[in-house]
T-cell receptor, first 112, second 115 residues
């Protein structure tokens, strides 16, 4: 089993739809989690951190389920500009440092 | 608002040539990273520098060297380029590499082709 797994998609949704992505991780000792957005041929950009109690930023909601070992990203009222690849990152303890494990990403296409 | 700046944006090398990718950040971050991204492989860590004066190997260090020149700058060198090093390279920085809650900020990337 991969350390971090994401459904690659693509997810094709109409404007205004609600879409959700999951990201599963295998190490129950994982410490923190992030969602990044990557546009085609661009660098990854931080979308949001994922907090234990869940957190919301405008149309975006991130949740953590430690029992089932997954994080989720919910996008409400999808816009054309939301079309991108969404990467999850899981942070683990690595002695004096930390280890970031990246998912391969989920591709989202929002259609007019 | 420069953030993380990488140069060059594009580069074509012949097999065996050498080059250095430059990276600088103006956010006063302690930690810096070099990743490569290939289709189907995702982001893979080449080297990182947890703080000024230290560097460590990541997941795929072979064929690369790094220098943390000062707190701002972290360069990646390919001594003898190989076609397998054709990739998109990203530099990143974070405020505290040891903090679980410190996210990475990426540069624009360098598209390298080795023929």
């Amino acid at each position: 089993r991969k350390e971090v797994e994401q459904d690659p998609g693509p997810f094709n949704v109409p404007e205004g739809a609600t879409v959700a992505f999951n990201c599963t991780y295998s190490n129950s000792a994982s410490q923190s989690f992030f969602w990044y957005r990557q546009d085609c041929r661009k660098e990854p950009k931080l979308l949001m951190s994922v907090y234990s109690s869940g957190n919301e930023d405008g149309r975006f909601t991130a949740q953590l389920n430690r029992a089932s070992q997954y994080i989720s990203l919910l996008i409400r009222d999808s816009k054309l500009s939301d079309s991108a690849t969404y990467l999850c990152v899981v942070v683990q303890d690595a002695g004096n440092n930390r280890k970031l494990i990246w998912g391969l990403g989920t591709s989202l296409a929002v259609n007019p | 608002n420069a953030g993380v700046t990488q140069t060059p944006k594009f580069q074509v090398l012949k097999t065996g040539q050498s080059m250095t990718l430059q990276c600088a950040q103006d956010m006063n971050h302690n930690s810096m990273y070099w990743y490569r991204q290939d289709p189907g492989m995702g982001l893979r860590l080449i080297y990182y520098s947890a703080s000024e004066g230290t560097t460590d190997k990541g997941e795929v260090p072979n064929g690369y060297n790094v220098s943390r020149l000062n707190k701002r700058e972290f360069s990646l060198r390919l001594e003898s380029a190989a076609p397998s090093q054709t990739s998109v390279y990203f530099c990143a920085s974070s405020a505290l590499g040891s903090s679980y809650n410190s996210p990475l900020h990426f540069g624009n990337g360098t598209r390298l082709t080795v023929t």
